[in-house]
C-alpha cells in the first residue's frame, strides 16, 4: 500500500480514531473500549463507542491547553513532537489517575472518566494543575 492510500483510508476512519492512540499503542494505558486494526503494516487504533470517543475527545483538549507551560509552548494550536505528544497524553493520563486515587496505573481509560466526573461533575472541573504536577512527577519516557 503506498503512503497516498494509507492516508486515504486513515482519513476515512477518522471519525473513530482514539484521540489517545499514542497511549494506547505504546502500552501505556488500556482501553476496554478500542480495537486496534492493521492498515499498510501499521496499527490504527478506532474506538467502538462514539460517546466515549467524545469524552475522550474533551479531555484531550482541556489536557492540551492545560500543559501548555509544562511542555514549554506558547501555541497549543501547533502539533507536537512525539516526546510532548506523550508526555501530553500519557502523563496526563496518569496525573488524572494519580489525583484520584494516587495510583499511577491506568487500569481502564472508561473506568478513569467514569470515576473523574463522578468526583467532579464535568471534565472542566478536574483540578488541572495537580494533574500537571502529577504528571511530571510520576510520567518517565523511554529513552
Known amino acids: ?19 489517545f492512540e499514542k497511549t494506547v499503542l505504546a502500552k501505556c494505558v488500556y482501553c476496554s473500549r478500542v ?11 478506532l474506538c467502538q ?15 492540551r491547553s492545560n500543559f501548555t507551560f ?3 509552548v506558547t501555541h497549543i494550536d501547533e502539533p507536537l513532537p512525539h516526546a510532548q505528544e506523550m508526555r501530553l497524553q500519557c502523563g496526563g493520563l496518569i496525573g488524572v489517575q494519580y489525583v484520584l486515587d494516587g495510583s499511577e496505573e ?7 472518566l467514569d470515576s473523574a466526573q463522578q468526583r467532579y461533575g464535568e471534565l472542566e472541573q478536574l483540578p488541572y494543575r495537580e494533574i500537571v504536577a502529577a504528571a511530571k512527577a510520576h510520567y518517565h519516557y523511554r529513552r
Open 35 to 45: 480495537d486496534k486494526h492493521n492498515l499498510a503494516e501499521r496499527e490504527v487504533v
Open 70 to 72: 509544562a511542555l514549554g
Open 106 to 112: 491506568v487500569s481502564d481509560v472508561v473506568h478513569l
Open 1 to 19: 500500500m503506498d503512503e497516498s492510500a494509507y492516508k486515504q483510508t486513515r482519513s476515512s476512519w477518522s471519525e473513530r480514531i482514539c484521540p
Open 49 to 63: 463507542d462514539a460517546a466515549h470517543r467524545a469524552r475522550c475527545i474533551s479531555l484531550y483538549g482541556l489536557l
